[in-house]
């Protein structure tokens, strides 16, 4: 018989009992049947942080390299990524430039030190996060020409913001137009913006939108080139729209359906 089958050795199987009479032993403060405090205290935490958004880091990093199945590492520990939103099971989507964008559990990165230097005031922001995203890079257009659109952070922050993302030149513009205005007359959007999945310039993506009856802002195609990858995972059906807090936070998402309209009322009380 091998060593890793032989039974346990005295001392071993000493310990094994004397865990055993503990386990058995009655206890009143014990917790109930299937309950872990450990599992709880990290649930806990996971619930402060995600609740705590006005502490999320603008940047985080990995604190290990992050590797693929052939041992090729993919990300560069240390690397500072921008942080795209956070998930309430505490995974984050990171965007770190050419090294991709990716879903990382907050256990590898330095989020929780960078959100606490934030929060002391050690660290600043000078936009809350996902409005510093879109921060003057959305255009404003109407039959005669196209401009950029000056956001006014003051007037959005704390408000609510609705993304929708769709190719404009084959998706059902007048359909996303009116599940945009559905959400918007349930409460407090303060900014809508389109997020063109295309190759096709500006101008081309205002005339499909035009001749949708859409007339919120978009999102410059050069940039909207790299925030379609940064904020929509692999998989995520087109098209897609997602209502978020302006730091990020996602209060509801999903194809633009009625079922995502009808989550993104409630969560906007409406």
């Given amino acids: 018989m091998s060593q890793s089958s032989s039974l346990p050795t005295k001392p071993i199987a000493c310990g094994l009992l004397l865990a055993l009479i503990v386990a058995c032993a009655p206890n009143d403060d014990a ?4 309950a872990s405090p450990a599992k709880d205290a990290v649930a806990e935490r996971l619930a402060a942080l995600y609740a705590d958004e006005a502490s999320w880091p603008t940047r985080v990093w990995l604190e290990e390299p992050m590797v693929d199945a052939s041992g090729e590492v993919v990300v560069k520990p240390k690397r500072p990524g921008v942080l795209v939103f956070v998930r309430r099971n505490g995974d984050l989507r990171v965007d770190f430039g050419r090294q991709g964008a990716h879903t990382v559990p907050i256990a590898r990165t330095n989020f ?3 959100a606490a230097r934030v929060r002391s005031g050690e660290a600043s922001k000078t936009y809350p996060n996902l409005l510093g995203m879109v921060m003057n890079r959305v255009v404003e257009f109407d039959a005669e020409r196209l401009r950029p ?10 408000g609510r913001i609705l993304l929708v993302f769709a190719d ?3 998706a059902d513009v007048e359909a996303l137009s009116a599940f945009a205005a559905g959400v918007k007359a349930a409460g407090d959007v303060r900014l809508t913006t389109f997020v063109p999945i295309t190759d096709e310039r500006d101008g081309d993506v ?8 859409w007339s919120d802002p978009f999102v410059m195609t050069p940039m909207a080139r790299s925030y379609v990858p ?3 995972e692999p998989g995520t059906p087109r098209p897609f729209a997602r209502l978020s807090t302006d730091e990020g936070r996602i209060l509801a998402e999903g194809p633009p359906d009625e079922a995502t309209l009808g ?5 906007l009380g409406g």
């Fill in 31 to 34: 917790p109930p049947p299937g």
């Fill in 112 to 114: 929780v030190g960078e």
């Fill in 149 to 158: 659109h000056k956001l006014d952070a003051d007037a959005i922050r704390g």
């Fill in 168 to 170: 404009a030149a084959t």
């Fill in 206 to 213: 205002a005339i499909d939108l035009l001749a949708g009856g």
């Fill in 230 to 232: 940064a904020m929509l």
């Fill in 263 to 267: 989550a993104m009322r409630e969560a």
